[in-house]
């Protein structure tokens, strides 16, 4: 069964500071992987995604994150933190086509970014 | 091009109350599946659909139903509302070797 794991439940930094948000999954082959971003009431919005080939994926907003294979680990990145960053993140993994699991999109618990002036 | 599109937005019920939550694409997508939305839990599956006519369970489907006649349209019954079942409900579907599309969510309070 795939599942995600989010270790961090929340993190507070300074504007203009780096930032990464930690996310660990659990897949039998290799995962289409994907982070989320959602404002306070808001539905989610898709910041980026990796289905395979270059595992440094570039999403929008400045973010990126590294597919590590070894390490079963899609850690989301930012160079420099903006206040309009303050939201909670999700990551998330599926199924690649056929079989039972296709389509399950399974996500992790959330990481919470409060942002400080 | 209206993408997903969830109806209502806001919805209060009473226990025991039954209701169906509206999820409708124009994007012709063969997945769709319902995801509830609770603090601490992330989104938890609770139904999809690979295509017209076929659906299955997700992790959390027990009070719940879901048909699927036609591709664009994916409704969610609750046969008769809990306190358990308040929560955020999206709905998502799916394109083949793509992402996922959300909707815009409908927050349902049962008292």
């Known amino acids: 069964a795939q599942s995600v794991t989010q270790p961090d439940i929340h993190i507070t930094v300074s504007e203009g500071a780096s930032l990464e948000l930690r996310c660990n999954y659990s897949y039998g082959a290799t995962p289409y992987l994907f982070w989320y971003v959602q404002s306070p009431g808001q539905g989610l919005q898709l910041l980026l995604k990796y289905f395979s080939g270059d595992t440094l994926v570039q999403g929008i907003k400045g973010f990126e994150a590294e597919f590590k294979r070894s390490q079963s680990s899609f850690n989301l990145r930012k160079p420099s933190v903006h206040w309009s960053d303050a939201a909670e993140y999700f990551c998330?993994?599926?199924?690649?086509?056929?079989?039972?699991?296709?389509?399950?999109?399974?996500f992790g618990q959330g990481t919470i970014l409060t942002v400080h002036p | 091009n209206a993408g997903v599109t969830q109806t209502p937005k806001f919805q209060v019920l009473k226990t025991g109350q039954s209701m169906t939550l509206q999820c409708a694409q124009d994007?012709?997508?063969?997945?769709m599946s319902w995801y509830r939305q609770d603090p601490g839990m992330g989104l938890r599956l609770i139904h999809y659909?690979?295509?017209?006519?076929?659906?299955d369970q997700g992790e959390v489907p027990n009070g719940y139903n879901v048909s699927r006649s036609t591709t664009e349209d994916f409704p969610l019954r609750l046969l008769s509302a809990a306190p358990s079942q308040t929560s955020v409900y999206f709905c998502?579907?799916?394109?083949?070797?793509?992402?996922?599309?959300f909707g815009s969510g409908t927050r349902l309070t049962v008292v």
């Open positions: 998502a579907t799916r394109q083949t070797n793509y992402g996922y599309t």
């Open positions: 659909s690979v295509g017209a006519g076929i659906t």
């Open positions: 998330a993994v599926g199924a690649r086509a056929g079989g039972t699991s296709y389509g399950k999109l399974t």
């Open positions: 994007m012709n997508h063969e997945y």
